[in-house]
């Protein structure tokens, strides 16, 4: 009779343990991830074939290369010693790369949680030769938003994509960060020089106004959303991790510029300085309403587009213009011009020009600072606009549809000179 009893108790048991079972388990169509293997990943970088722009981020230039993020894939390596006819030459695969700096003839690009460092000295045929591996925080692709996202697995590696299917685990919840692209709000990135005359053969190469990435001296920064992770970079094909400090939030974009780290955040203007290159510090700010907000720095004044009607917050679309006090301890709000949806602007002496999303790219003489409205130069519609670089009279710009150059030797006529069209995949 005991031994029976026992055996209930044993069912009414499993039965129990069963129901609990069922209670935390449950079956759903989900975003399952892909996974590529962290050796995979760390064996991953290497020349391939050129091929078409398709989902384009970033852009750089380096003595006469143009160097175009594909989002999550790597990097187009475009000839543009003749502006107007360059050549696609080539792709580096570079497995999660948002963004890239270039020091002397160093790339240095992120690929998911490392960093890697290239050599282009022989753009025919980039090496790896330096790689600082578990530096940036584990980070997943975009996801398709209708259907729930599936449990990931560290230690199965990193996730390179998703796929729709039916998955049944454990009810658990946790949150990695994001990619946040070019093409969509934000992202990784670089920038040491704001614009104009660059010298073939200088130390740097010059990144757009999205830029996450930034060289100063013997030191690469490189942004997330809230935190700044230094590399000494002396020995450019060694770059070694030196350390990470909290910035701010919710940070978007980072210029450099006079010694000084401006960073464009969804909520104002964070100015950090390099006197301590290893310890950036905080030294002042500009806030505004909630938006996103690239920013360009020249001759004692900040550049400043907000843009709304996305995930930033608010409805304000705008350029400030705030004029910096020499120790960026109290910087003043002088003008606002009203805008459509602006993304990245770029500068070069009093010329600005501003992605203005799908109203275009604009151009402004900026000698007036009270009255930049009132002196256009020049504007470029039909083209929904990312970001520019203004260099030796020519402007490179990233759009939806392709890579635009414009010659602007001529401020009075500013003509395109070339184009590398987008393909999207059907």
């Known amino acids: 009779m005991k031994t029976i009893r026992n055996i209930i108790t044993v069912v009414i048991l499993f039965a129990g343990f069963n129901s609990c079972l069922d209670e935390y388990t449950e079956i759903f169509t989900a975003n399952s991830p892909v996974y590529m293997t962290y050796e995979e990943l760390r064996e991953a970088v290497k020349l391939g074939s050129a091929r078409d722009l398709v989902n384009p981020g970033k852009i750089y230039f380096k003595d006469g290369f143009i160097f175009i993020n594909e989002e999550l894939k790597g990097i187009h390596i475009i000839d543009n010693q003749n502006p107007q006819n360059p050549q696609n030459i080539g792709f580096i695969e570079i497995p999660g790369n948002v963004d890239i700096a270039i020091k002397n003839d160093i790339l240095y690009a992120d690929s998911f949680i490392d960093l890697v460092a290239i050599d282009i000295s022989n753009v025919s045929n980039p090496k790896e030769v330096g790689r600082v591996k578990d530096v940036f925080p584990y980070t997943t692709p975009p996801y398709d938003e209708e259907y729930r996202v599936a449990k990931v697995d560290e230690e199965e590696g990193v996730v390179i994509d998703w796929e729709i299917k039916t998955v049944r685990q454990e009810m658990e919840y946790h949150y990695y960060p994001v990619y946040s692209f070019a093409r969509t709000e934000v992202d990784f990135a670089m920038n040491d020089a704001s614009g104009g005359a660059v010298q073939s053969g200088s130390t740097f190469g010059i990144g757009g106004s999205m830029a996450r990435f930034g060289l100063y001296n013997d030191y690469l920064y490189v942004v997330d959303n809230a935190t700044l992770y230094i590399f000494d970079v002396k020995n450019p094909e060694s770059p070694h991790d030196i350390g990470s400090q909290n910035v701010g939030w919710d940070i978007e974009t980072m210029f450099i510029y006079d010694g000084h780290m401006f960073f464009g955040t969804q909520s104002g203007m964070l100015i950090y300085s390099l006197q301590v290159a290893t310890v950036p510090e905080y030294v002042g ?114 759009g939806d549809d392709g890579f635009y150059q414009y010659d602007y030797s001529d401020l009075q006529n500013i003509t395109q000179v070339s184009f590398i069209p987008v393909v999207k995949n059907n």
């Open 285 to 398: 700010n500009f806030w505004h309403v909630t938006s996103c907000d690239p920013v360009v720095v020249s001759d004692g004044y900040a550049y400043v587009t907000l843009r709304g009607g996305t995930r930033c917050g608010s409805n304000v679309n705008r350029l400030d213009v705030l004029k910096l006090s020499s120790d960026y301890l109290d910087n003043e709000l002088i003008a606002s011009y009203p805008l459509h949806g602006p993304y990245g602007l770029g500068i070069d002496d009093e010329t600005l020009f501003v992605c203005d999303g799908d109203a275009g790219l604009k151009v402004y003489n900026v000698a007036d600072k009270l009255h930049i409205d009132d002196n256009q130069i020049a504007s470029f519609a039909n083209i929904n606009t990312f970001d520019v670089i203004p260099v030796n009279d020519y402007l490179f710009m990233i």
